[in-house]
Every structure is written in structure tokens, then in C-alpha cells.
């Protein structure tokens, strides 16, 4: 199953080509992380092109391992993401270059080249998908900074011994009036 997906836009029929998709677990490469996926990636997309348009229509859904940004746990994270995009063939981008005719519009749009791989393609659409800041619960109390445990679980005493910063107006204000 190792081996690529990749489509030949001249080859594609015109009622176009579906593909489903069933990849057994392995991993997304994140920034300098991975990712390690929770069972299969599933998904269909068909590909159809209208003229020089190229129509890339699919779902693909996944359960993915992630650490939670607060407490450092790894926990299961659902990613189910439809898409519809269009590309144009790059030889356009390629003949108008001289021009400069590119609006800011135009540059919005993607592009596609001879061949395109299937397989980058979902990928990519899970990596978009990815939160930004990944929790658990959204009300997860994260780590105690003082011991380290995990406050979801364990209760220590080390945030009765810190000063709370929203308290020191009042702290100064009590300061104050025990001066006069
Ligand atoms: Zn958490
Ligand atoms: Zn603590």
C-alpha cells in the first residue's frame, strides 16, 4: 500500500475518476512532529475536469493521536473534513508571467501541473484540519506550574502558596489603608 497515487490530468476520462480511500495507520508529518494516526484514514474524492478546470471533490475523515497543549497528554482527535476546489492548469500562470496580469484575485487561486497525487492531496486537507492548539477537553486544567502534576487528576496544594496576580490591586490597596 506504500506505493503513491498519482493521476495523469491527460489521462483523466471525461465522466472522471472516483477513488476511495482506505490507508491502514502510519503518520502526518507536522511542523518538525508526527503525527501517528489512529486507525484508517477513509475518505472517497473524485476528480473531474470541465474544460481546463479541474474539479477535486471528496471527504476524508481520520482519528489522529495529538497532545494536548496544556496538560501534555495524548489523546484521540476526530478530523472529518469535506472539500470542493477548483484548479487551473499552470501553464496559465506560466504564459501570463510576462504580463504581470495576475490580479490579487487570480493568485487565490490554486493551481495544478501535470500530475497530481492523490495521496498529498487528503493528507493535506488533515493537515489544514489540525488545531492550532490542540486540548484534550476545553476544560482541561493543564500541569501545575510549581509541582507538575497533572491537574485533571490531582489536586496539590502548591496554588493556595502562589500569589495570584489578580489579587495583588487588592493586596496593594490593603497595604495602603493599613498605612494610614
Ligand atoms: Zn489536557
Ligand atoms: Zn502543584
Redesign the pocket.
Known amino acids: 500500500l506504500g506505493k503513491k497515487l498519482i493521476v495523469k490530468v491527460s489521462e483523466i476520462p471525461e465522466e472522471g475518476l472516483f477513488f476511495e480511500i482506505r490507508r491502514e495507520r502510519e503518520t502526518l508529518k507536522w511542523g518538525r512532529e508526527e503525527i501517528s494516526f489512529d486507525g484508517p484514514i477513509r475518505g472517497w474524492i473524485t476528480i473531474k475536469l470541465m474544460g481546463e478546470k479541474l474539479m477535486v471533490e471528496g471527504e476524508v475523515q481520520a482519528v489522529l493521536l495529538l497532545t494536548?497543549s496544556?496538560?501534555l497528554?495524548e489523546f484521540p482527535y476526530e478530523i472529518k473534513t469535506a472539500f470542493k476546489d477548483e484548479y487551473l492548469p499552470l501553464r496559465i500562470l506560466e504564459e501570463e508571467e510576462d504580463e504581470v496580469r495576475l490580479s490579487k484575485a487570480q493568485l487565490e487561486i490554486s493551481f495544478y501541473q501535470d500530475e497530481i497525487d492523490i495521496e498529498d492531496f487528503y493528507m493535506e486537507k488533515l493537515y489544514l484540519a489540525l488545531p492550532m492548539k490542540p486540548?484534550?477537553?476545553p476544560e482541561?486544567k493543564?500541569l501545575c506550574p510549581i509541582c507538575g502534576v497533572n491537574m485533571?487528576y490531582t489536586l496539590c496544594k502548591c496554588a493556595s502558596q502562589i500569589k495570584d496576580p489578580r489579587w495583588e490591586p487588592l493586596a496593594l490597596l490593603k497595604e495602603k489603608l493599613l498605612k494610614h
Open positions: 494536548c496544556r496538560c497528554e486540548l484534550c477537553d482541561c493543564g485533571n
